[in-house]
């Protein structure tokens, strides 16, 4: 029992299976999988996570019906070649000490489902039009639907069969349960459509039939969206009656609560909840559930730290606490909280950007805190000193620096970290400044933690230059100097028209009253100084060099912040690229068209430029006698999620090879 999260740490019993404490990985898509079944990499991240001390995992949606088999990465269940596959799973999360409960779903009309680059043929209740996706369906005969429904048993036998610990099924998020369920998109007319106990019956059938095929020693759950946040989605209220059903006829050993739809733009930005999102904010809806239910409800969305949910769990609103991304970017979270060292936990920040983002680019997912992060069996290994530790001197402690330092001091090595300016951090710092965006500045306390942790000899005001170098006769030198905004040649600037967006967040420009801001990169920058302008009281337009704000952010990123843009009426103005300023008008050139684009009334631009590597040490060094290497934005410009992984994979490989040569030359030497 731990003194500091009493409730957290207290065993669950569900259907005598013994879960050692509260914490949950909820289900969610990795795109680890191949050939659609459990991959070394899927099963070597589970394990990372039981290792580490999860009461429960759950793992991603299974799909087990042939009508709703996606690309080679997601997981299915649709014979039983596969169970062996699971069996691997299971074994490797048991032998941990975590239960593990498999997921079984199938999308309906909420699909992006691909073949050989062609979409697929969709079935759902009804020929109801889907708004994310753009699919209209096609509406399922009456025995298909029969069909699905004995497919879901059979996927739940295989689940049993392959050892797991229970069988979740999947009404969440507007999925095909969830389409049966809402009458806004099941209008059949069969025994499937109409009243509510015929729109209820496939998933009540699928959880009598699963229950029939798992025996009575396998929990059965349900996965459920509290309320699916959108307009013509399930309410609250109905999902209640739902719940209060199904537990009063004793057909679900837990409820697993989480809010939203991925049918539509807005619903789904739920899913998985950005940083902007406040922590637990769906504790009250599982409190509501639980209260009408005898079962106990598991909860999810932005509980990002064993505090949280402590308060939770303490505050009797669920019995267990899906914690998915804080698992993600830390897989020790939960023996670190037992073990009373909290301090030690890298929180997650909510950014979605290597973990819900890699999976809709279509890639494993990740962490860009941890870069480990479904690389389990990838990246270079952490090399301990053999023979004698290395001196090696990191130059600048952005996020690039400051990771290096962290792995070359867990390698074993001797590290001075050299910071130029008073404070850690680099550009994370400017980050955090931007609306509703301070959880970044996480990122730059987490790893200003791990690097107390290693005891770094961090020296801040301290620009490293040549001479500095061979004042301090490192071993060799990981340069991580970073990038500055890249600008832009146009007229106008002189005149104080034009400023950069760094140089307004760090107080260093100040705008006029009629902005507008020209957005190259289509990240949070322009957005968020646009917000930021326009709550001061600035008339503002966002001019983006893209097709949309946002472009290039995760998508649920991207809709919270163009609702946002929205209700703060700002304009926004596609395909404009940025060519100069003059008087009180700014000039655009149409991305496509080539047209000019002006923009009257405007007294200052506000430039959210790209950025260009800071080179100038690297050039100092070439000829130097110092072995050494760039990482993050001064090889070339990116995010934190470069840079972070720089810091591990090129100083881990760069380290490797130092040590080799050092020893090689003693060796020689002798
Ligand atoms: Fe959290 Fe961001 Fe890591 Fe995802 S990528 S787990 S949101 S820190």
Redesign the pocket.
């Known amino acids: 029992m731990s003194r500091t999260y009493p409730h957290l740490f207290s065993p669950l019993d569900i259907r005598g299976h013994d879960i050692r404490n509260r914490i949950l990985s909820t289900g969610h898509q990795t795109y680890l999988a191949r050939g659609n079944l459990p991959s070394d990499d899927l099963i070597a991240y589970h394990e990372t996570r039981a290792k580490g001390g999860v009461g429960l995992i759950i793992n991603e949606a299974a799909r087990f019906h042939a009508s709703t088999l996606g690309e080679a990465p997601d997981l299915a269940l649709l014979s039983d070649d596969a169970i062996p596959h699971y069996a691997r799973l299971a074994t490797a999360v048991h032998r941990h000490g975590a239960k593990l409960f498999g997921q079984l779903s199938h999308s309906g009309r909420v699909t992006r489902r691909m073949m050989n680059g062609m979409r697929g043929v969709v079935f759902a209740p009804s020929p109801t039009p889907e708004n994310r996706f753009h699919v209209v369906p096609r509406e399922m005969p009456t025995e298909m639907v029969a069909e699905i429904i004995a497919s879901a048993s059979e996927g739940g036998r295989r689940y049993a069969e392959a050892g797991y610990d229970g069988v979740e099924l999947m009404a969440s998020h507007g999925l095909l349960f969830a389409q049966f369920l809402n009458p806004s998109v099941n209008r059949r007319q069969d025994i499937y459509g109409g009243s509510p106990e015929n729109r209820l019956r496939p998933l009540r059938e699928s959880l009598i039939g699963v229950r029939r095929a798992v025996g009575a020693d396998i929990v059965v759950g349900l996965r459920i969206s509290a309320d699916e946040a959108d307009e013509g989605g399930l309410d609250q209220e109905t999902v209640l009656g739902i719940c209060r059903q199904l537990s009063e006829e004793g057909l679900v050993d837990y409820v697993n609560t989480t809010l939203g739809t991925m049918s539509s733009l807005g619903g789904s930005i739920h899913v998985?909840p950005?940083?902007e999102i406040p922590p637990a904010y769906v504790a009250d809806k599982a409190a509501a559930i639980r209260a009408v239910v005898s079962v106990p409800v598991f909860v999810a969305g932005r509980i990002?730290q064993p505090q949280v949910a402590e308060g939770v769990l303490a505050a009797g609103e669920a019995d267990m606490c899906g914690m998915t991304?804080?698992l993600?970017?830390d897989p020790d979270m939960p023996r670190k909280a037992r073990e009373g060292r909290p301090d030690e936990i890298r929180a997650?920040?909510?950014?979605?950007?290597?973990?819900?983002?890699h999976f809709h680019a279509g890639h494993s997912i990740?962490?860009?805190?941890?870069p480990s992060?479904g690389r389990e069996l990838r990246l270079p290994p952490s090399v301990p000193v053999v023979r004698r530790s290395l001196k090696v001197l990191v130059a600048g402690g952005g996020p690039a620096g400051m990771k290096a330092a962290v792995t070359a001091a867990e390698m074993g090595h001797r590290v001075i970290l050299s910071e130029a300016t008073p404070r850690l951090g680099g550009q994370a710092l400017l980050a955090q400044l931007l609306p509703d965006r301070f959880e970044f500045g996480g990122?730059v306390t987490n790893l200003a933690t791990e690097l107390a942790l290693r005891q770094v000899d961090v020296r801040l005001n301290s620009r490293v230059d040549r001479a500095v170098v061979e004042a301090i006769a490192p071993d060799g030198v990981i340069l991580a100097t970073g990038s500055a905004p890249v600008g832009s040649e146009t007229e106008g600037r002189e005149a104080g028209h034009v400023i950069e967006a760094a140089d307004l967040l760090a107080g260093r420009a100040e705008p006029g009253a009629r902005a507008v801001v020209a957005d190259w990169r289509c990240d949070w920058i322009g957005i968020g100084v646009a917000i930021q302008l326009s709550r001061k009281g600035h008339h503002v337009r966002l001019a983006v060099n893209g097709i949309c704000a946002g472009q290039n952010l995760q998508q649920y990123v991207r809709d919270h912040w163009a609702g946002k843009l929205h209700e703060a009426e700002i304009e926004v103005i596609p395909y404009a690229r940025f060519f100069g300023a003059d008087g009180d008008t700014a000039y655009f050139l149409h991305g496509a068209s080539g047209q000019p684009i002006v923009l009257e009334g405007t007294d200052t631009v506000v430039l959210a430029s790209g950025n260009a590597p800071d080179t100038a040490l690297e050039h100092e060094l070439k000829g130097a006698d110092v072995p050494f290497v760039t990482i993050g934005d001064c090889t070339i410009a990116r995010s934190a999620?470069e840079a972070i992984y720089d810091g591990v994979a090129t100083t881990r490989a760069f380290l490797a090879q130092l040590a080799e040569n050092v020893t090689s030359a003693v060796k020689g030497a002798e």
């Open positions: 998985v950005p940083m990002n991304r804080a993600i970017v997650c920040i909510g950014c979605n950007q290597a973990c819900i983002g990740s962490c860009i805190q941890n992060t990122l999620e």
